[in-house]
């Protein structure tokens, strides 16, 4: 029975750190994605039109500025965060409670 009780510990140190993980992926996501699309829209124009990367960010900034081309981040961005948080309190409220437990009074 003694053996039990580390391995669930073990498990739900693992769930709460995919759970971080799981979070900080999806945040860098969210906070990169208007940069991530600029740099892809350059360096496609840049290869597919032949001119110089400066020309091509100038295009791509006009773009930007016209409101021809938008980022929005989507629904299935917040799923990923709303899980992540949810399995870190998942994995952090057991492994708090036994940390109560298992302290002397």
Known sequence: ?????????????????????????????????????VDAAVARITERRGVA???????????FGSHEVSVSVEAGLFLVLAG???VVAGGALPLLSGLRRSSPR
């Open 53 to 63: 990367e400066e020309q091509a960010e100038a295009i791509v900034d006009a773009a």
């Open 1 to 37: 029975m003694t053996g039990r009780v580390p391995r669930r510990r073990d498990a739900m140190a693992v769930l709460v750190a995919t759970g971080v993980l799981a979070l900080a992926l999806a945040a860098y996501s969210a906070a990169t994605a208007n940069d991530r699309l």
């Open 84 to 86: 992540g948080a949810l």
